[in-house]
């Protein structure tokens, strides 16, 4: 997937400098090539000879080198690429960048492109919440900078917290997805009007801003020991790129998902969770938000009684498992008591047939507004898939949507969301009783 595609990697000054190494190496593997520039800190923690050597690039330090501009100037060589990366971005060059400064060669580069940029945070947990960089952060979003990480964790300096730089491997992912992904809105420039020499810019639609909302998404593991759970095959990709395409349109969005195999979306507060119990609490923790879209495949029931210890293999029968149900998430939340419950709650439902007649049924059980029904019969590839052919069933009619990404799915049910705000947010009939399975 990366294969000739041409990365400018902008490293600068944090203790996270050493993983950029690495990134240049998986990047290289997967047949990218990737050329790098250094900001001044960011010698201070690796050298420009290393990062030369991993890249087989001259690295770009000095926004004066005569040599260097005579080879090839800095707006050549951020337009020459296919995506500028940020990994490490300290709370310092995210200040800059949103700040439009260019004052040294990386932050020139970043300035002068018309290419998709990436940004891998990595600081300090207070330099991350402190409400400058999160300001900042939220201009960088509006201007259509893509953000993978940071991740939680204990730090270089003890403390712990959101602040640690994603590992080379999610970032490599979140590369792969730009490139899979249709250019952000900002970048795709208007045809630039005869005469004039410079294109101008369409704005990013942000018709969610200053929503709050909830996304589940994944599997939930169920502990039936200290090793052992119990599973299911969601990959949590529909739920993951819901959570994007709401963000895209402004939303706040907080993400809860169980363990899968992807990284966090950009642009999006993810919470990790294992088992239903625990992405239950996150959920309600979190109310009220104005909406939740629960797309996750949380396991009906759960252990009874976890073993405290590893199962142990003794005597002839093999350990029998009571179950024990497990609660509902989405059902709790819709039926909740109206200062808590969101204007709109939508679920889920995969079926293998008779898709959109159960669909109608579970709407009224759970009590949501809206179901999204989803095939997953046998080759239906919805597991694991990229695409997803659905059906909005809602309590005044049904929407059968084509065959389509996931990607397509989520963006097409954010405009959905966003039109159901702007339209005055109310779904008319509420059910407050719900049954009690679908
Ligand atoms: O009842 P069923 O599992 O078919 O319902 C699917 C919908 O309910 C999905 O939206 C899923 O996220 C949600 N659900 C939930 N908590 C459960 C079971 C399902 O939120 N325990």
């Given at each position: 997937m990366l294969k000739g595609k041409r990365i400018l990697l902008v490293i600068s000054g944090g203790?996270?400098?050493?993983?950029a190494l690495e990134l240049i190496r998986r990047l290289r593997e997967r047949g990218a090539s990737v050329r790098c520039a250094m900001t001044k800190s960011a010698e201070q923690f690796v050298t420009p000879l290393s990062v030369a050597s991993l890249s087989g690039e001259k690295v770009a330090t000095?926004?004066?080198s005569l040599t260097d501009e005579a080879e090839m100037g800095h707006i050549e060589l951020s337009r020459d690429a296919d995506l500028l990366v940020v990994a490490p971005a300290t709370a310092n060059i995210l200040a800059r960048m949103a700040s439009g400064l260019a004052d040294d060669m990386a932050t020139t580069l970043l300035l002068a492109t018309d290419k998709p940029i990436l940004v891998a945070p990595a600081m300090n947990v207070r330099m991350w919440v402190h409400p400058a960089t999160q300001r900042n952060i939220g201009i960088l979003k509006q201007d259509g900078v893509a953000f993978v990480g940071p991740n939680d964790g204990e730090m270089a300096c003890g403390e712990f917290g959101p602040g640690r730089m994603a590992e080379p491997l999610e970032i490599v992912a979140a590369i792969e997805e730009q490139f899979g992904r249709p250019q952000p809105k900002h970048l795709t420039?208007?045809?630039?009007?005869?005469?004039?020499?410079t294109a101008s810019v369409a704005p990013l639609q942000q018709?969610?801003?200053?929503r709050r909302i909830i996304v589940t998404s994944g599997p939930t593991h169920e502990p039936i020991d200290p090793v052992r759970y119990i599973a299911n095959r969601s990959s949590g990709k529909q739920g993951h790129a819901i959570a994007a395409a709401l963000a895209a349109r402004g939303a706040e969005v907080t993400l809860v998902t169980g363990?899968?195999?992807?990284?966090?979306?950009?642009?999006v507060t993810t919470v990790h969770v294992e088992a239903a119990r625990d992405m239950f609490s996150a959920c309600f923790l979190r109310l009220p938000v104005d909406a939740v879209v629960c797309a996750a495949a949380v396991a009906?029931?759960?252990?009874?009684v976890e073993a405290p210890q590893k199962l142990k293999k003794s005597g002839d029968e093999p350990p029998s498992l009571r179950l024990a149900e497990n609660p509902d998430i989405l059902r709790a939340i819709a039926t909740t008591d109206a200062k808590r419950r969101p204007a709109l709650v939508v679920g889920f439902a995969a079926e293998t047939e008779h898709v959109v007649a159960y669909a109608q049924k579970k709407l009224v059980a759970k009590g949501c507004d809206w179901i999204v029904a989803n095939h997953v019969g046998e080759?239906?590839?919805?597991?694991?898939?990229d695409e997803n052919t659905v059906h909005l069933v809602r309590r005044d009619g049904v929407e059968d949507w084509p065959r389509m990404s996931k990607a397509d799915v989520a963006a097409r049910l954010a405009e959905r969301i966003a039109g159901f705000f702007s339209a005055g947010g109310k779904t008319g009939a509420r059910v407050k009783s719900a049954g009690k399975k679908a």
């Open positions: 203790i996270a400098a050493y993983k000095d926004l004066f420039l208007v045809q630039p009007a005869a005469g004039s020499r018709d969610l801003k200053g363990p899968v195999n992807l990284p966090d979306p950009s642009g009906d029931w759960r252990v009874a080759g239906s590839g919805t597991f694991g898939g």
